[in-house]
């Protein structure tokens, strides 16, 4: 079980250290196609740039030449034909609005993210021929009503939360030097890798954008742990590596509308707020709602009872100010099943905690799901 542990952990760490901003996720696909491939039976990349790895009911080669050729068609529409388990691979990220004359880049979000849940210092701009470090930041402290950008920011003075409008980013480059790296409006902008790993804090670990990696991982996991169990699933399983989901769903609702299947469950962090009566120190996170959409009662219900089974303590949650891949799709009437699986994490869309064995029984839950 240690060894699983640390193999779970290097792998995420790795994830983490991997930039992935909204619709430029190729280097977190990457990674996960290299993890996914030797345990599928098939696995490809589709239109919206999701990455699907493919377990057949059944396993007879006959089968999976036939699923191969019939997906995305009318097999998308056979009842109970299939389950597609989804975690997303874009993180909240930046957008360079503009480039100044003096080189500095001013910022808009991808994703709902504030300057104050990620701080102040390194970015990493991926400009379309380099990549550049470069520091975010707001300017000094210790100006006066002279610099009302930043004296409208201080708690006792003009008392107004941080926002993109109020910082930007030094570069240190002239015009030509950003021009010449592939510097431009729509560049995407990241939270530097030095931010980006993982701390331990007694049994848990923290770190930036757990959120969707841990989940992530998790799936990973669970494909290798079901082609271990040496049993095929109940149904054929499409998993799915989704784009976009942190701007709208857009991957996973294209892979709900276009793979088979009536059923689309999402993994994802899940608050642990007093409000949904959940805690970072509870078991896995079943949703039954969120903002978007009413997850169907039977799959909560049977991931509450595989998660009480395994002694877990799962945690039911109607959720606000919430969305998933799942959600999105339901929503939308692109599935007419979705479900909600979240590991439990303080601190979502900031620097998030988790236990350090919640990635290794979401995927275990997974596993038992499917089977």
Known sequence: MADHHESTRALLQELL???GPCGQEEAVRAVCARELQPVVDDMWTDDAGNLIGYFAADGSSANIAERRHRHGSAAATEPGSATRVLAHMDELSMLVKRVEPDGTLHLTQLGTMYPGNFGLGPVAVLGDHDTLTAVL????????????RIWETKPDRGDRSLDWHHVYVFTGLTCEQLAAAGVHAGTRVCVERSKRTLVDAGNYVGSYFLDDRAAVTALLRAARLLREREQRPARDVYFVFTTNEEIGGVGGSYASRTLPGTLTLALEVGPTEREYGTTVAGGP????SDALCVYDKDVADRLMKIATDRGHKPQP????????DA??????????RAGLLCLPTLSTHGFEVMARSAVDDMAAIVVDFLL
């Open 17 to 19: 250290w991997t930039y």
């Open 137 to 148: 930041t707001l300017g000094s402290e210790h100006t006066t009503k002279e610099s009302p």
């Open 285 to 288: 996170i079943v949703g039954y």
């Open 317 to 324: 949650a109607a959720l606000g100010a919430f969305m998933s």
């Open 327 to 336: 959600s999105h799709a339901k929503a939308n009437g692109l599935t007419p």
